[in-house]
C-alpha cells in the first residue's frame, strides 16, 4: 500500500481543512442545522438474548460534536477507500498474514467468533481443528464451573477461593480491566489477585494475602519467556511449596494460559492443565482467548460467552457496515482528521464509570502498542504523525484533575466520554446517576460551547483583568457513547471492539504494521546484560556516563 501522505484523498483533506475544518465553530454548526445530531450519529443494537437488559442495548456513538462536516466525512471516507482499509479489513477476517513483520494472521476475532462461520489459518479450520478454540473454549466452560461449584478442590480438599493471575501486558491488562467491568457479575465468595510487575512487593502483597490451600494460580503468558511472569510465577511456585510443606499439589493449583507447551511443562505445570492458544492472537488482543480464564472464573462461563457475543456483534458490524455507516471506521477516521490535520498529539478516553476505571488504561497498550510505529509497509518512515497519545481516568474524578487542561490548556484534546444510561448501582434513588449523568453532557457541552469575554463580563463582579482567566475557548472535540442499559458482558465486549477496530483503521491508514511490537525488545536485551552487572564488580561496561553513574550509586546505597 502506498503511503497515506501519497494519496489523493490525503491533499484534498488537507485543502478541505484549509478552507473548511479550521474554520468549523462547532456551536454555530449546531445552530445552522437541527438535524446535526441526527446526522452524526450511528447506533449498534446488541441482541436480545446477550444485552444486559431484557431489550437488545442500542450504544449509541455521538459524534456530531466533532470538527466536521457532511462533505469532511465524504472525504474521510475516500482516505479510507483509497488507502485500502476495507480490503485490509477483509484480508483480516480472512486469516491473511498482515502482521507482514512476523508472519502471522491476526485473527483474534475467531477467539469470539460464537456464530461459529468457518474461519482458517492456512487452510485449517481454527475454530474445529482439534485444540482449536471450540475446543478452548469448551475446556474453559468444564473447568471454571468445577472451580465455582467446589468440584475441583485444592489439595486439601478445599474449594478454591483465591485466584493469582501471573502475567504482564496483554496478559494482564484485559483479564483485570474486565474482572473490574463486570465486578457487578463477579462471585461474590472469590478473591482476584492481577500480578503483573516485576517489583517484588506485587507478588508478596498478593501472596500475603492467600492461603495456599485455596489459591488457584494462572500463569498467564502467551510466550511463557515474559521475565517478569517467568519470576514472578516462580516466587509463587516456591511460596507455595514451602507454605504446604511441599505437600501441595501443582497440578490442583496451577494451571496456565500460553501458547508455549514445552515450557509450560518445563516450569512444572501438565500439559492438561494448559489451555492455549495460537500465535496469531497477539497479546492485546487475548482477553478473547484462554488469557480471559480469569474472567470466566470470576463472572461464569455463561457471561464470559455473552462477552465474547457482544465482541462479535461489533465485528460484525465492523465487516458490514458502509464505510459511512461503519462506528469503528469513523471513530479511527476522525482520529486521523485530528491527529494529521489539525495536529492533535493526543486521545483522551474518560469513562463517566467507576466499574471501567482500568479501562483507559487497557486501551493505552491496544493503542500506542498497536500504533506507535514509525515504519510504514515499504520499510521507509512515516512523512506523518502516527499513533496518537491515548490517556484517560474514569470520571467525574478526572475532571477534578487534569480537565483545566483539556478545557484551557493550548492543545487540542479529542475526548471520548462514555456513560451507561443505567447503574448496577442505583443508589439514594439514582441521584449519583443523575449527577453522573449531567457531568457527562456538562462536559461535552461545555468543551464545545466555552464561555467567551464577553459571557465572562455579563456575569457581572469580574475585574477586567480576570476575564482572560476565565474565557473559555470551546470548539474541543468529543465524541459521547451512550449504552442505552447497563454495562454487562455484551455491552462492554462491543465496547472493547469499537477501539480495536478504530486502533486498526487508524494503521490501515498510516500504512503501518498495527500488530508487532518490536519497541518493546530493546529495553528487554539492556535489563538483562544491566542485571547481570549488578552483581558483578564495578558499574558495568560500555554504558554512559549517567548509566554507568547510577548503577554504582545503585549498588552502593542498595548494599550490592
Ligand atoms: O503474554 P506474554 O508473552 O508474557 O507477553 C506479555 C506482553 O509483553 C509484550 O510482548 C510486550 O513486551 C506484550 O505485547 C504482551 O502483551
Known amino acids: 500500500m502506498a503511503p497515506a501522505s501519497s494519496l489523493s484523498a490525503w491533499s484534498d483533506l488537507h485543502s478541505h481543512h484549509e478552507s473548511v475544518g479550521k474554520n468549523i465553530v462547532l456551536k454555530d454548526a449546531f445552530k445552522n442545522d437541527p438535524k446535526r445530531f441526527d446526522k452524526f450519529t450511528r447506533k449498534i443494537t446488541l441482541p436480545a438474548d446477550i444485552s444486559s437488559g431484557s431489550n437488545g442495548t442500542d450504544i449509541i456513538f455521538d459524534f456530531s460534536k466533532n470538527l466536521i462536516t457532511e462533505e469532511t466525512l465524504d472525504k474521510l471516507v475516500k482516505l479510507a477507500e483509497e488507502a485500502g482499509v476495507e480490503k485490509k479489513r477483509d484480508a483480516m477476517f480472512a486469516g491473511e498474514k498482515i502482521n507482514f513483520t512476523e508472519g502471522r494472521a491476526v485473527y483474534h476475532a475467531a477467539l469470539r467468533n460464537v456464530s461459529n462461520q468457518a474461519m482458517k489459518v492456512d487452510g485449517v479450520d481454527v475454530m474445529n481443528a482439534k485444540g482449536g478454540v471450540n475446543d478452548v473454549l469448551e475446556h474453559m466452560r468444564v473447568f471454571s464451573e468445577q472451580v465455582r461449584s467446589g468440584e475441583w478442590k485444592g489439595y486439601t480438599g478445599k474449594k478454591l477461593t483465591t485466584i493469582i493471575n501471573v502475567g504482564i501486558g496483554g496478559s494482564d491488562l484485559g483479564p483485570v480491566m474486565v474482572t473490574e467491568a463486570l465486578?457487578?457479575?463477579?462471585?461474590?465468595?472469590?478473591?482476584l489477585h492481577f500480578v503483573s510487575n516485576i517489583d517484588g512487593t506485587h507478588i508478596a502483597e498478593a501472596l500475603a494475602n492467600s492461603d495456599p490451600e485455596t489459591t488457584l494460580f494462572l500463569i498467564a503468558s502467551k510466550t511463557f519467556t515474559t521475565a517478569e511472569t517467568t519470576t514472578n510465577a516462580n516466587t509463587?511456585?516456591?511460596?507455595?511449596?514451602e507454605k504446604t510443606g511441599g505437600k501441595g499439589d501443582i497440578a490442583k493449583h496451577f494451571v496456565a494460559l500460553s501458547t508455549n507447551e514445552s515450557e509450560v511443562t518445563k516450569f512444572g505445570i501438565d500439559a492438561a492443565n494448559m489451555f492455549g492458544f495460537e500465535s496469531w492472537v497477539g497479546g492485546r488482543y487475548s482477553?478473547?482467548?484462554?488469557?480471559?480464564?480469569?474472567?470466566?472464573?470470576?463472572?461464569?462461563?455463561d457471561n464470559f460467552h455473552k462477552f465474547l457475543a457482544g465482541a462479535h456483534a461489533m465485528d460484525q458490524h465492523f465487516q458490514q457496515a458502509p464505510l459511512r455507516e461503519n462506528i469503528p471506521a469513523i471513530g479511527g477516521l476522525l482520529s486521523v482528521w485530528y491527529s494529521n490535520f489539525y495536529g492533535a498529539q493526543t486521545h483522551l478516553v474518560a469513562p463517566f464509570d467507576q466499574y471501567l476505571h482500568r479501562f483507559p488504561a487497557y486501551l493505552q497498550q491496544l493503542s500506542m502498542e498497536s500504533n506507535g510505529k514509525t515504519i510504514t509497509s515499504d520499510g521507509s518512515p512515516a512523512k506523518y504523525t502516527t499513533g496518537p497519545i491515548l490517556f484517560g481516568e474514569p470520571c467525574t474524578n478526572a475532571q477534578h484533575s487534569f480537565f483545566q487542561l483539556v478545557h484551557q490548556g493550548t492543545k487540542l484534546i479529542p475526548s471520548d466520554f462514555i456513560l451507561a444510561a443505567k447503574s448496577h448501582n442505583p443508589v439514594s434513588d439514582n441521584?449519583?446517576?443523575?449527577m453522573l449523568a449531567s457531568n457527562y453532557l456538562a462536559q461535552?457541552?461545555?468543551l464545545m460551547v466555552g464561555k467567551t469575554a464577553e459571557e465572562v463580563r455579563a456575569e457581572g463582579n469580574v475585574p477586567e483583568e480576570l476575564v482572560p482567566h476565565k474565557v473559555f475557548m470551546g470548539n474541543r472535540p468529543t465524541t459521547s457513547i451512550l449504552v442505552g442499559g447497563a454495562i454487562g458482558p455484551a455491552e462492554l465486549g462491543a465496547l472493547i471492539v469499537y477501539y480495536e477496530h478504530l486502533t486498526f483503521t487508524e494503521g490501515a491508514v498510516w500504512d503501518i504494521n498495527s500488530f508487532d511490537q518490536w519497541g518493546v525488545e530493546l529495553g528487554k536485551v539492556l535489563a538483562k546484560k544491566i542485571l547481570k552487572e549488578i552483581d558483578e564488580e564495578g558499574a558495568g561496561s560500555g554504558h554512559d556516563s549517567s548509566t554507568g553513574g547510577l548503577l554504582g550509586a545503585f549498588k552502593a546505597y542498595g548494599g550490592f
Open 183 to 191: 465486578k457487578h457479575y463477579g462471585a461474590k465468595d472469590m478473591t
Open 236 to 241: 509463587a511456585k516456591s511460596w507455595f511449596l
Open 287 to 301: 482477553v478473547w482467548s484462554a488469557i480471559g480464564l480469569s474472567v470466566a472464573l470470576y463472572v461464569g462461563f
Open 431 to 434: 441521584l449519583h446517576q443523575k
Open 444 to 446: 461535552a457541552e461545555a
